[in-house]
């Protein structure tokens, strides 16, 4: 099947497209856009995090087809050209980047959270990140990365 | 040269000392940053591998006919196809890249195939038909040398013995036990994964997360049947590893299908396959006795360990080497007797994951401490500190240790801190079960445990365990730069980052290149053993001084600080390699382990505090505080960031962490139901960093990264036994433990 979808304001086409793939997958593998990460590929890990017209989802549970039509902004899609997002700024200087596998579905994460609560809380922190695993961090720096953001609201 | 940290506060930008950005994050909050399973190449076919459903069985037959008739298939692949040698492995050549006639644990691979599109390879696969013969699996550690053998020397993989002092001692007060530690997966987020590219040669160029080239690339040719230089690999992005990535996963497979279809494969495991594709944590059962006496003075250990190595040996030996040597931690200890067995069964295949041995013996000996505090009435921290070693102490090995052991220190600093408040607001968030509405502080009772850790850093038993670095410095643009490259692999940790700030520091130079990782320079190490910083850090050091050679020589006798680095070097190119080895150790001695067989020794120590709802078994790790000794913290964000992410792991194995298996079949292969630590169980962590140089390490450092994996484990179980008063022998402890039902 042929998907016609606005991935980071730009019109995108993908052919061939076979049915049981999923949004992540045409991200990755057929428009280029390997940023959203495939830890698990079955909604558990939040590493595959983005917005589809403007809530974060997993895009490894959402079908292929089920885009059709819609709007997509993943993690390639928040720096304004080279001027970082505040929140990957933040991520960076705070130290919340080890590897860094779980980093793009994080950003996106904590960058729907501040759209929607520009101050929140430690325990609002956590809930809104609740969906998202890392594993080198503890976390700890990735709190702290989401504080410094906020503070420079 | 030995330097005081004082002398070493570097005065460079972004030297040691400092805690700069890592090169890598940009690319990496940009999503850019190119992880194995990102490549891509023109014309690239999809790799994927048939595994065995069987924990042992025989392969009566193989039949391929069906599976190389789906369109888009381009080769279906066994072990006859394999063009080297079948057998590879990190300690014994055990472990068949493709089984022939018999699979020893569920998830071995059978057979591979190349296709158009990864659905196409799973419908080949699908098509393969093997017909086995099921057998009897062997899965018990502690019968497995008696059972049937595996392996054609039996099922022992390795016995150390240690044998100190009095051997039949005689204690006022004994404590035993049996303990019991599942087996805990690395679950690094970024999938096994790599791209493999035909070369015009007839060799091969491999894109591969990874922890050590050099070895893949030693195990990759030999089962190629080719010359080392025919097989290239270059590190590709590596979403962490933890000692998963020690031993092979795709990196034959991937090689053989590109060289058999003259097309560039690649290969991703899923979450599932990636539990089957690498190695886990050893199981362990722990048989203890500790004598002591009256005022809680150590007197006698003994100790019986088994390791269940699983179907392969991996890095058994070295796993039980450890578990034996640090067997009863970091207390000093006259009469120690330990047995330690790694064993071959049916499960999977056990190696190397953070912590390595001494995680296992960590919850056993701590386990015994608490217990022998409770018989004589005393403080847990109180019968630590009483038998804490310190600098000169001697190991069970016989190893004088030589540079700081500040064990008893860092108990007191995890012990004076402040305690959290016990919650009053009544924030279901802060209650064990959180928002599922468990409880509102109803059958909630807090506890807190204390465990300090050994952990020994670096390759032992008189490995020859060095790391090359090439440096270049070089004017561009009327700038004087410098590059470093070595192939010690970065898998998240911070490396290049390390490598950045001590050529700042050595050289002076701000801008600072790393190439990336590959084999075309000398090997690297393992990155695993909290080595790299002490020895790939020593490399680019040692590299930077024969630099700085070389330029002293250039400047005539003029000091190197009064003149203009890039007058000097000019149009010239300085480009130095070093290999740098840490001083060498020994082998044990077999009757009775003892020997120098370890280069430094690493401590951390936890306290937990833990809230318990004791009616549903349900745990809230409240406060989870960390004091360790790094010798100098060369950047200390990302020493706070190792012993965060330590710690968390040892959380998990604490409480939820465990690949369970039955009759050697896996039943929780997802994160579904492999649970790891979630933001909202990794509690505050107020972290205290003691930096006591050891004078033997490049800058005084003592690796950071396992310590604090130890001693989070056996902290967080003494907390909820202090809060429920149950035994709690077995790690993870789930809720059935302490509901007792
Ligand atoms: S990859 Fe989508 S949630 Fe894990
Ligand atoms: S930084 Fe590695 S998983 Fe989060």
């Known amino acids: 099947m042929r998907v016609n979808v606005t991935v980071n304001g730009e019109q995108r086409q993908a052919d061939d497209v076979w049915e049981g793939e999923s949004l992540l997958f045409v991200l990755r593998e057929r428009l280029g856009l390997p940023g959203s990460k495939n830890a698990c590929e079955q909604g558990e890990c939040g590493s595959c995090t983005v917005y589809l017209d403007d809530v974060p989802v997993c895009a490894c549970l959402v079908a292929a087809g089920q885009v059709q039509d819609r709007e997509v902004r993943t993690v390639e899609g928040l720096a304004d050209g080279d001027r970082l997002d505040p929140v990957q700024e933040a991520f960076v200087e705070a130290g919340a980047v080890q590897c860094g596998f779980c980093t793009p579905g994080l950003v996106v994460a904590a960058h729907d959270l501040l759209e929607r609560v520009p101050q929140p809380s430690d325990p609002e922190i956590r809930e809104a990140l609740a969906g998202n695993l890392c594993r080198c961090t503890g976390y700890e720096k990735i709190l702290d990365a989401v504080r410094l953001a906020a503070a420079r609201r | 040269m030995s330097l005081t940290p004082a002398e070493l506060s570097s005065s460079v930008a972004g030297g040691i000392g400092a805690s700069p950005q890592r090169p890598d994050g940009n690319l990496k909050v940009r999503g850019e940053f190119a992880y194995a399973s990102d490549l891509w190449h023109e014309d690239m076919i999809w790799g994927s591998t048939l595994r065995s459903p069987h924990p042992y069985a025989r392969i009566v037959s193989i039949d391929l006919t069906e599976a190389l008739k789906v369109p888009g298939v381009h080769a279906v692949l066994t072990h006859q196809d394999v063009p080297g040698s079948n057998l590879y492995g990190l300690e014994h050549k055990d472990q068949p890249v493709l ?6 644990y569920q998830g071995e691979a059978v057979a591979l195939v190349g296709a158009d599109h990864p659905e196409t390879a799973t419908r080949a696969m699908k098509r393969i038909k093997v ?16 059972d049937t053998p595996l392996h054609p020397g039996g099922n022992l993989v390795r016995h150390v013995p240690i044998r100190r002092g009095d051997q039949s001692p005689t ?13 805990q997966d690395q679950a690094f987020l970024g999938p096994e994964s790599g791209l493999a590219v035909p070369a015009e040669d007839g060799g091969v160029d491999l894109y591969i997360a990874t922890q050590w080239l050099h070895v893949d690339q030693g195990q990759v040719a030999s089962a190629l049947g080719m010359p080392l230089d025919k097989v290239r690999l270059t590190l590709s992005g590596v979403g962490g590893a933890f000692g998963g990535r020690e031993d092979l996963s795709m990196q034959v497979h991937a090689c053989m299908l590109a060289l058999h279809t003259r097309k560039p494969v690649k290969m991703v495991y899923n979450r599932e396959e990636s539990f089957y594709g690498h190695v886990h944590r050893h199981p362990a059962v722990l048989h203890y006795e500790h004598g002591a006496t009256r005022d809680g003075k150590l007197v006698y250990v003994k100790a019986r360990i088994f390791l269940d190595g699983g179907a392969y040996a991996s890095s058994t030996g070295a796993v039980v080497a450890n578990a034996a040597t640090l067997g009863v931690g970091p207390y000093e200890v006259d009469n120690v007797t330990i047995d330690c067995y790694g064993l071959y069964t049916n499960n999977p295949p056990c190696g190397a994951m953070r912590g390595f041995g001494a995680v296992q013996a960590g919850f056993a000996y701590e386990s015994q401490m608490d217990k022998l505090a409770e018989k004589l009435g005393l403080d847990p921290v109180d019968v630590r500190i009483a038998n804490a070693m310190t600098e000169g102490s001697v190991m069970p090995t016989g190893q004088v240790v030589d540079s700081a052991a500040p064990v008893a220190q860092l108990l007191k600093l995890v012990k004076d801190k402040p305690l959290p408040p016990v919650s009053t607001t009544l924030d279901l968030r802060s209650m064990p079960g959180g928002v599922s509405n468990t409880t509102h502080g109803e059958g909630v009772v807090r506890g807190i445990g204390y465990a300090v850790g050994i952990k020994n850093v670096c390759f032992s038993e008189g490995y020859d365990d060095y ?30 980052t390390i490598m950045q700030q001590i050529v700042r520091t050595e050289l002076g130079v701000q801008r600072v290149t790393i190439l990336p990782m590959d084999t075309s320079i000398g090997n690297g190490g393992s990155t695993s053993a909290s080595r790299q910083t002490y020895v790939t850090g020593g490399a680019v050091k040692a590299a930077c001084a024969a630099v700085r050679d070389k330029l002293t020589k250039l400047a005539g006798g003029r000091e190197l600080s009064e003149v203009d680095l890039a007058d000097l070097v000019g149009d010239d190119v300085i480009d130095e390699t070093v290999e740098w080895r840490h001083r060498a150790t020994e082998p044990l001695d077999p009757e009775t382990g003892q020997g120098n067989a370890h280069v430094q020794y690493g401590f951390a120590a936890h306290r937990a505090v833990v809230d318990v709802d004791v009616e ?32 968390a792991q040892g959380l998990g194995l604490a409480v939820m962490e465990e690949i369970q298996t039955v009759g050697g079949k896996v039943r929780n292969p997802s994160f579904t139901d492999y649970l790891i630590p979630t933001v909202l169980d990794m509690p505050p962590m107020s972290i205290d960093v003691l930096e006591l140089a050891d004078p033997n390490a490049p800058y005084g450092v003592r690796g950071v990264g396992e310590p604090p994996t130890i001693s989070s484990t056996p902290a967080v179980v003494a907390a909820i036994r202090a809060a429920t008063g149950l035994a709690l022998t077995r790690v993870p402890v789930r809720p059935e433990h302490i509901t007792q039902t």
């Open chain 2, 99 to 104: 089984a022939v006639d018999v699979v020893r």
């Open chain 2, 616 to 647: 549903l078994g349900l745990v809230k790790v409240v406060e989870l505080d960390c004091a360790q000794d790094v010798g100098n913290a060369l950047n200390p964000q990302a020493v706070l960031g190792q012993i965060q992410g330590g710690s």
């Open chain 2, 467 to 496: 790391s090359t670095a090439r440096v270049r410095v070089q004017v561009i643009g009327g700038e004087l730069v410098a590059l470093a490259h070595t192939a010690a692999c970065e898998v998240g940790q911070g490396l290049v």
């Open chain 2, 131 to 146: 017909e086995y013969e099921v057998l009897e699996p062997v899965v018990d550690m502690e019968t497995a040398a008696d």
């Open chain 2, 171 to 183: 204690a006022d007060v004994v404590v035993s036990g049996r303990y019991e530690v599942g087996m």
